[in-house]
C-alpha cells in the first residue's frame, strides 16, 4: 500500500513539472511569433507580417474605434500598406515583452516615423495577442491617439 502511495507522489510530481515545462515551451514559441511579427512589421514585409495571424483575427485598436473587428489577410496588409505611406521608415522597439498563460503575450513597444511633411512619430504602444498554435487569433492594441 504504501509502495503505491509513493508512486502516486513520484507521478503526480512528474506530471506538474511536465505541464509546467510544456507551459514555458510554449509561452517561448508565442513569444518567438510576437517578434516576429515586429521584425516584420520593421521590414515593412505586411505579407509575412499578415501570414503570422489566423485569416479573420480578431483587432481592437483606435484606428478601428472602440469596438473589436474581424481583418483578414488582404485587409491586414492594405492597412499597413497605407500606414507606411504615410510613414515611410516607421519602425517599432520593443521595450518589453512577456507572456502570460498558454495564450497571451503582451507587447510594450515605441512606434517611431517620420511623415512626409517632416512631422515625427513617437508613439508608445501595448499589444495584447493571443496567439493559438503559433498563429495570432486577437490583436488588442492600445495607445493614446488623441495627438496623432
Not at 505579407?47 to 485587409?75: C, E, N, R, W
Not at 492594405?78 to 515583452?97: A, C, H, R
Request: glycine share 4%; hydrophobic share 35%; net charge negative.
Amino acid at each position: 500500500m504504501k509502495t503505491i502511495f509513493y508512486l502516486l507522489i513520484v507521478f503526480s510530481i512528474l506530471s506538474c513539472s511536465n505541464n509546467t515545462h510544456s507551459l514555458k515551451e510554449i509561452q517561448d514559441k508565442n513569444i518567438v511569433t510576437a517578434k516576429s511579427l515586429l521584425e516584420n512589421f520593421n521590414r515593412h514585409d505586411w505579407k509575412s507580417m499578415a501570414s503570422l495571424y489566423v485569416d479573420s483575427a480578431q483587432f481592437k485598436d483606435p484606428s478601428f474605434g472602440s469596438s473589436a473587428i474581424q481583418q483578414s489577410h488582404l485587409q491586414i496588409i492594405e492597412k499597413y500598406v497605407g500606414l507606411n505611406e504615410l510613414f515611410p521608415d516607421i519602425t517599432d522597439s520593443i521595450e518589453s515583452i512577456y507572456a502570460s498563460g498558454e495564450r497571451t503575450v503582451i507587447v510594450e513597444f515605441v512606434s517611431k516615423g517620420t511623415a512626409p511633411d517632416s512631422s515625427i512619430l513617437r508613439l508608445p504602444i501595448c499589444s495584447i495577442l493571443t496567439i493559438v498554435n503559433g498563429k495570432i487569433t486577437k490583436d488588442f492594441t492600445y495607445y493614446d491617439n488623441s495627438n496623432n
